[in-house]
């Protein structure tokens, strides 16, 4: 479906004709410029880069409807005569490219949009686009579900791996992180909670309530997060850091010790993994029908009673997945298994078993008891396995087993670095076996084959 209204067919043939005059700098399908997602093979947009998402949601918890409006800015990694941007359903009802109205198309997952005038490579642009309708769960190859849920009293919209595309208007891969400010207006009586700090809350005359956040820092499409439902915003701080608080009263009660202790968690890993990245924090708990939690930027969301060994793996994420993101998927367990693996550090030192008696213990099952030893975690093989049980278990084993063969203090100089150096950027798995290389000054190339990439027990 391609709508152009009369008055703009003048302009798109201007545009046609521009485009033809570009046409040796603008070829109509530029080479990518990274390799595309293996697993997602339709998500991500080919020939630019996003660096701000602005948006607006106005949403209606009885009906579900959602009214969107998202404004992009990007820039062209090559010219452009068309680009595209992932959003799943919805009805889109304008799109201008530089307050220029430009045509567009939709179909599997994408708008499709031809600018008015061409884009030149090297260019900043920007996209506003406004769309509406009530969006999707959408359900991942391994059955789990993300996306926008409606809930009893609100909504939760979780995006991992490609779940934002249900909401928003985006590039949705990780490769592609960009600074977000999220405003979100909701009756008066609901909360309205999503990443970074809390710029405003703002009673409008039709008495609906907007609340305006901020994420500044880049960040992944799909950490993007949008909680709406009833209890008490709660705000408090670590240190010099502001905290926002959303608990289903529901939830409250058996939430508490876990979400009380978030300081503590913060202070702990930010002593062993560097300052913490962001300039807010907190936590969301909702009543949803999700079975997991999401490390969403800067305020994780738990669809449960969290305990505090959780709180400990979504906070670890802030570092191993948030400030430091993915180049592609089949990286996922340069997320999952630190985050695991500092869930069993933590409890270490906190006067729990230490990480190595639970890797023992892990290694000595008998091969009825293993689930966890295949896929092997630095190539999962295909998306239904991002998040197989070996990605985490057999993934925090490995940085167990790394500890074991340079010793405590090289292991964690290692993640430090690690964290310090690609510090709100994307990095893969290459990457960090070249630096544990050299920080350990050992060759691990070997050591990491066995416990990466190939199958069954190390
Ligand atoms: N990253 C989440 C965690 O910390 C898991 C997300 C799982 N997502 C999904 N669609 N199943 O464990
Ligand atoms: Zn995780």
Not at 162 to 179: E, H, S
Not at 225 to 247: E, S, Y
Not at 308 to 337: C, K, M, Y
Not at 350 to 377: D, I, K
């Given at each position: 479906?391609?709508i ?8 798109s043939?201007?545009?046609l004709?521009?485009?033809l ?8 399908a530029?080479a990518?410029?990274h390799?595309?997602e293996?697993?997602f ?9 996003v660096?701000?998402?602005?948006v607006?949601l ?8 959602l ?5 992009i ?7 452009l ?12 009802t304008?799109v ?8 567009y198309?939709?179909g599997?997952g994408k708008?499709k949009?031809?600018?008015a005038t061409?884009?030149l ?9 406004r769309?509406?309708?009530?969006p999707?769960?959408?359900i991942d190859p391994?059955g789990?579900t993300?996306?926008?849920y409606?809930t009893s ?18 590039d949705n891969?990780?490769r ?6 999220i405003?979100?207006?909701?009756p008066a009586g609901?909360?309205a ?9 703002h ?5 609906q309530?907007?609340?305006?956040w901020s ?6 499409t799909?950490?993007?997060l949008?909680?709406i ?11 010099k850091?502001?905290?926002?608080t959303?608990v289903?009263?529901r939830l409250v009660?058996?939430?508490r010790a876990?979400i ?8 702990w ?6 300052p913490?990245?962001?300039s ?14 999401l490390?969403t930027q ?13 709180v400990?793996h979504?906070?670890a ?12 998927w ?8 630190f985050?695991?693996w ?19 213990e892990l ?30 278990v057999r ?6 087993a790394?500890?074991?063969?340079i010793?405590t ?7 430090r670095t690690w ?20 920080v ?7 050591f ?11």
């Amino acid at each position: 479906m391609l709508i152009v209204s009369p008055a703009r067919r003048a302009t798109s043939v201007l545009a046609l004709v521009t485009a033809l005059v570009f046409a040796a700098a603008a070829p109509g399908a530029p080479a990518p410029e990274h390799p595309a997602e293996p697993f997602f093979p339709r998500g991500g947009n080919r020939g630019y880069e996003v660096s701000h998402y602005g948006v607006s949601l106005d949403y209606q918890p009885r009906s579900g409807l959602l009214d969107a409006r998202d404004v992009i800015e990007a820039r062209a990694t090559t010219g452009l005569r068309r680009f595209s941007l992932d959003l799943y359903g919805l009805k889109v009802t304008a799109v201008s490219v530089d307050g220029e109205p430009a045509q567009y198309s939709r179909g599997r997952g994408k708008v499709k949009v031809v600018p008015a005038t061409p884009i030149l490579a090297g260019e900043p642009f920007s996209v506003a686009l406004r769309y509406h309708g009530v969006p999707r769960k959408v359900i991942d190859p391994d059955g789990s579900t993300e996306g926008w849920y409606r809930t009893s009293d609100g909504a939760v919209a979780v995006g991992e791996p490609v779940g934002t595309a249900a909401w928003l208007a985006c590039d949705n891969v990780p490769r592609d992180k960009a600074g977000f400010d999220i405003e979100i207006t909701v009756p008066a009586g609901v909360k309205a909670v999503s990443n970074g700090r809390l710029v405003s809350r703002h009673t409008l005359k039709s008495g609906q309530v907007r609340w305006s956040w901020s994420e500044p820092h880049p960040m992944a499409t799909y950490l993007a997060l949008v909680d709406i439902g009833a209890g008490k915003l709660v705000q408090g701080h670590v240190g010099k850091l502001p905290t926002w608080t959303l608990v289903d009263p529901r939830l409250v009660k058996a939430s508490r010790a876990a979400i009380d202790s978030l300081p503590e968690i913060i202070r702990w890993e930010s002593r062993i993994y560097g300052p913490y990245p962001f300039s807010a924090a907190g936590s969301v708990v909702d009543v949803a029908n999700l079975q997991y939690a999401l490390e969403t930027q800067s305020r994780p969301i738990y669809a449960f009673a969290p305990n505090r060994t959780t709180v400990v793996h979504e906070t670890a994420h802030q570092w191993f997945g948030d400030s430091v993101s993915l180049e592609r998927w089949p990286n996922i367990w340069l997320n999952e298994g630190f985050a695991t693996w500092t869930q069993w550090y933590f409890a270490e030192q906190h006067g729990g078993r230490s990480a190595q008696q639970v890797f023992a213990e892990l290694y000595r099952r008998p091969a009825s008891q293993t689930g966890f030893w295949n896929p092997p975690p630095g190539h999962p093989g295909q998306a239904k396995n991002l998040f197989a049980v070996s990605t985490y278990v057999r993934g925090a084993m490995t940085l167990q087993a790394l500890r074991d063969k340079i010793g405590t203090p090289d292991l964690l100089r290692i993640l430090r670095t690690w964290a310090t150096e690609h510090r709100y950027g994307n990095a893969d798995i290459e990457e960090f076996i070249a630096l544990a290389n050299r920080v350990s000054g050992e060759p691990l190339r070997g050591f990491f084959h066995r416990w990466l990439f190939e199958r069954g027990k190390p």
